[in-house]
């Protein structure tokens, strides 16, 4: 059983979709951890919350077996809070509140042990110069660049920024499609991996929602298919995709297979609202039905 960390802030998110709209946990604390918890990683969370976080939103990380120890709680502050409206393919998404920083440094001793490390930020938590300390003393380090990338106006409206990111010794970098477009200045999907090298990762993980995603590990690069289903809430897909791809390929250590995995889980999590779909009985094994089909249709690019 693979041992796994994933440091970020757990969030509230106040989620608009076409259906509805209603207040959930998320993060890629939350997503990407309970994607790995169903394919069985032992998974903890780092994460800084506020007085005012839930505590039924823990008690769901508890139920599935995360690690919650490395949580730390400032009752006098706020916990991380977005508001994300959806609007067909688009999102608008709007810091409320933000919980404190996550001082990496100070976490090195307990993340040295384990086989592989998530940094999912999503509010500006670590920074690069923390996260380039921590290459060397982890066995593995992971990061998905989101929360770096963002930058806020008076409002709380969230939009990207160009990031000058070259981490070499980085495991993986997982993005989004609007994210990779914005990194790196273009449009073009294999163009973008190929840029993305200057990163330095040994595994780049591009994910392009309804498209499903390319990944690329040194001279191989694949393309992985959706699988086809109807989309209730798109929140934290990628992140589950993240989340299920580490968890997997530290337990087989076949990139295809796990890329099939991780696009599994994704579309499990698109069919309800919020991280819901990851606590319902039998996930795992209808994320290998399906990742039986998608890794017949995987192509090298």
Request: glycine share 10%; hydrophobic share 45%; net charge negative.
């Amino acid at each position: 059983m693979p041992k796994i960390a994933v440091v970020g802030h757990l969030t509230i998110d106040e989620i608009e979709v076409e259906c509805g709209s209603y207040t959930s946990m998320g993060g890629v604390a939350c997503y990407a951890s309970l994607a790995a918890r169903v394919l069985g990683a032992d998974v903890k969370i780092f994460t800084r919350i506020g007085g005012d976080f839930p505590r039924n939103y823990l008690e769901v990380l508890e139920d599935a077996g995360v690690d919650l120890s490395g949580v730390v709680v400032g009752e006098d502050e706020r916990s991380t809070k977005f508001k994300l409206t959806y609007m067909g393919d688009r999102r608008c998404l709007r810091l409320l509140s933000r919980a404190g920083g996550i001082e990496l440094e100070k976490l090195a001793g307990e993340l040295q042990s384990l086989d592989a490390v998530y940094l999912g930020p999503v509010a500006w938590e670590v920074d690069i110069e923390s996260i380039s300390k921590l290459l060397g003393r982890v066995r593995r380090l992971a990061l998905d660049p989101q929360g770096l990338m963002r930058t806020i106006d008076e409002a709380g409206f969230i939009k990207l920024k160009r990031l000058d990111l070259e981490i070499p010794g980085l495991w993986i970098l997982r993005l989004s499609g609007e994210e990779a477009e914005v990194l790196t200045g273009s449009t073009d999907p294999i163009e973008i991996i190929d840029r993305l090298k200057r990163v330095g990762a040994e595994i780049t993980i591009l994910t392009l929602g309804r498209l499903g995603g390319i990944i690329a590990h040194g001279a191989d690069v694949i393309k992985v298919p959706c699988y086809e289903t109807s989309i209730f809430d798109p929140t934290g897909a990628g992140d589950v995709f993240g989340g299920a791809f580490i968890a997997s390929y530290l337990d087989c250590w076949d990139l295809r297979w796990a890329a099939a995995m991780a696009s599994a889980m994704a579309s499990i999590v698109v069919e309800g609202s919020s991280f819901k779909p990851l606590t319902s009985p039998g996930v795992r094994d209808e994320a290998k039905r399906r990742a039986e089909k998608i890794y017949r249709l995987i192509e090298p690019l």
